[in-house]
């Protein structure tokens, strides 16, 4: 019957075990790494949605940029501005624009030079042109202008004769034959052809020229170079072709300076970059051309096309189509930029511009095509640093799950300590209960052969002295073990309410003890104990409770007594020693009994504790005495120590600090 009432105890308690702390762990665990991974995925979600983002913003820029040149271009083409001129305000990267007719062929301020290759100047070879040559050096400008007019003769081309002819009026007009020399040019002005340097010979005349006016009629001069500079901006200029910059750019230097000059300046200058990007451009453009791709543009709608340096953008307004050169890698760096911003420059996202052929780096979150704005381009977005990203998540989740496996192990230490507590109460509540039953067996036992013996003597049942002494001797020794129990429980009592009253005298404890040990010599109980008793002679006077000493020296004496009865011997040894806190006189109480368990020598002194050993068990206790000990010991300031061997025995030492000094003076 009491199996089942045990077996329904641990049930219940296992039930109440798994309702208050497993279930609430085992659903910590599970909300915990539910909470973990969902809290990873929401991370690379976020992470996703914000790269998205990153690539439609950075392709919704890229694509204001394009629109605005486009707007820009097409609304000063049909107000019939020209797109030449202030070219950066429309496109950064714009570094020429073509006009082609609706044939496809080159229209004006640039032309296709029709020759691509200089002709061969054959005066060059002319020993009469070397001559004329040397003579100029020599300054003999005579025989230098005649030596030119022979080498005209010579030259059947029309184009080098024109430059022969060119050389002969600047002798001329050294020798002094200006006015020869000005018929000369005259005549040399509707020339076109080109010399070797690629000057228009008939731009050189007319500079001469406006140079012979200057001399004799200042402000007709300058007019005749504005006028000169003017014509050759509003020229057209063929591609491969520079001379027309130089003669325009020499003519406003021979200007005095003034806000027309800086102005024209400005305009041959860009004038010249527009010339050089054209040449430059010129093989890519006819390979565009060659390919038809020119004409696929629609009116008003620009169709872009990538080559190795340019971007080009064509459109078709007003019958013509306008071609636009974009430098490429200006506008690639330009977006490299952009890209750079994307995510923030600390951010954990970064864009990457991603050309045809190039590898994507890393890992890719969103992409975003970049066409038609940069054909065959995208742009990439994915983590900034996606080891660290990986180890910052696995720290997360590594602190996750530490935080979830700590709060499990504090429910089971919790759990732990708490059953450990109520053991210890219910322990408790048994010593507690077993104190009464061992008090009252206690004071019965030696009440009981006390009557029984007075009964016997005053019935005179005992005849004769030697079994009437051994009746009294009974009386006496229980009247002993009765009066050393009730102060016992009285002294408990006192202690456990906090009403235990010291006397303390400063004196020789020695003289106590040796009082308590001889005391115990002629006692019943330990009277066929050999007692081994040694005190130094200087001992030094301590502060004590004599009688307070006497109770813990009977109390250790009788355990002694009570646990090492079958060894018959007990010794007594006080020293002086050097303790914790500096020197002490220590009394040793040694027996040869059972000793005690190293695990159960902290819980003797406890109150009620009786050991669970059978051997001690069967002794009659009531588990106080130590508890006592303990007290008294430490309103002495000192301490109790114990040292024991199972079956060896046991040697309980009082420690008496010589610094003590009663906290409120002799009486408390
Ligand atoms: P009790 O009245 O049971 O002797 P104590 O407080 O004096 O109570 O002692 C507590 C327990 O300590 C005892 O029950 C006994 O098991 C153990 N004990 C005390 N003194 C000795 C000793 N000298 N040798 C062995 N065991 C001892």
């Not at 004071?443 to 009964?455: C, F, N, Y």
């Not at 130094?536 to 004599?546: E, R």
């Not at 005690?596 to 206790?621: C, H, M, N, W």
């Amino acid at each position: 019957m009491e199996d089942v009432y045990h077996l329904r105890g641990v049930m219940t308690a296992a039930a109440m075990l798994f309702v208050t702390a497993g279930l609430p762990g085992l659903m910590l665990v599970y909300y915990g790494i539910v909470g973990i991974t969902s809290d990873d995925l929401a991370v690379a979600a976020d992470l996703r949605r914000r790269s998205e983002a990153a690539s439609v913003e950075y392709k919704t820029d890229l694509e204001a940029t394009f629109v605005q040149f486009q707007n820009a271009a097409l609304s000063r083409l049909t107000s019939g501005q020209s797109v030449y001129t202030g070219q950066r305000e429309i496109e950064d990267a714009l570094r020429v624009v073509f006009r082609f007719d609706a044939e496809g062929a080159l229209e004006p301020p640039f032309l296709q030079s029709t020759v691509y290759q200089l002709e061969d100047q054959q005066f060059l070879l002319f020993d009469t042109w070397q001559e004329a040559l040397a003579a100029e050096r020599d300054q003999r400008w005579d025989r230098a202008a005649a030596l030119y007019m022979q080498a005209a003769r010579q030259t059947r081309s029309k184009r080098d004769r024109a430059r022969c002819m060119y050389n002969r009026a600047r002798a001329l007009d050294r020798a002094g034959q200006g006015r020869d020399a000005e018929a000369l040019w005259r005549q040399l002005i509707e020339e076109q052809g080109r010399d070797l340097y690629g000057f228009r010979v008939g731009d050189l005349a007319r500079l001469e020229l406006a140079q012979t006016r200057l001399k004799r009629d200042p402000a007709g001069g300058q007019d005749d170079l504005r006028f000169l500079a003017d014509a050759l901006l509003a020229d057209n200029w063929e591609i491969g072709r520079g001379g027309e910059a130089a003669v325009a750019r020499r003519a406003i230097e021979l200007l005095p300076s003034s806000d027309w000059t800086a102005r024209a300046r400005g305009r041959v200058d860009e004038r010249s970059s527009q010339l050089y990007w054209a040449e430059r451009l010129q093989p890519e453009l006819d390979s565009l051309g060659a390919r038809g791709r020119l004409l696929r543009a629609n009116s008003g709608s620009f169709v872009y096309n990538k080559t190795d340096t340019a971007l080009w953008a064509t459109t078709w307004t007003d019958s013509d189509q306008y071609v636009f050169a974009l430098e490429f890698e200006r506008l690639l760096d330009r977006e490299r930029l952009a890209a750079a911003t994307v995510g923030g420059p600390d951010g954990d996202i970064r864009a990457t511009l991603v050309g045809p052929d190039a590898t994507v780096p890393g890992e890719v979150l969103a992409r975003a095509s970049l066409a038609p704005w940069l054909p065959n381009w995208s742009v990439v977005v994915g983590p900034r640093d996606p080891a660290g990203l990986a180890t910052q998540q696995a720290d997360k989740r590594t602190r996750g799950i530490g935080i979830v496996l700590i709060s499990v192990a504090m429910i089971a230490l919790g759990l732990g300590l708490a059953s450990r507590q109520v053991r210890r109460e219910l322990e408790s509540a048994r010593d507690k209960s077993d104190f009464a039953a061992h008090v009252s067996h206690e004071l019965r036992s030696p009440i009981t052969q006390i009557r029984l013996k007075a009964e016997a003597l005053q019935l005179g049942l005992a005849v004769d002295d030697a079994s009437r002494n051994r009746h009294y001797d009974v009386i006496v020794r229980e009247s002993e073990r009765l009066s050393r129990l009730v102060d016992n429980i009285l002294d408990f009592a006192a202690i456990e309410k906090g009403r235990k009253r010291y006397t303390f005298r400063i004196g020789d404890v020695g003289s106590t003890v040796a009082r308590c040990v001889e005391q115990a010599g002629v006692a019943m109980e330990t009277k066929a104990m050999k007692i081994d008793f040694e005190v130094p002679d200087d001992l030094p006077v301590i502060w004590h409770d004599a009688d307070a000493v006497s109770q813990v020296m009977v109390n250790l004496l009788s355990n002694a007594a009570k646990y090492g009865q079958s060894a018959g011997w007990i010794g007594v040894q006080i020293r002086v020693a050097e303790g914790l806190a500096g020197p002490e006189v220590c009394v040793d109480v040694r027996d040869r009994g059972i000793g005690i368990a190293a695990g159960e020598q902290k819980q003797v002194f406890d109150q009620y504790y009786r050991s669970t050993d059978p051997l001690a068990r069967s002794k009659k206790g009531t588990g106080i005495g130590l508890t006592i000990v303990r007290y008294i010991m430490e309103a002495h300031g000192g301490r109790v120590g114990i040292e024991s061997t199972p079956g060896a025995g046991s040697t309980f030492t009082l420690h008496f600090p010589l610094s003590f000094v009663p906290p409120h003076g002799p009486g408390t």
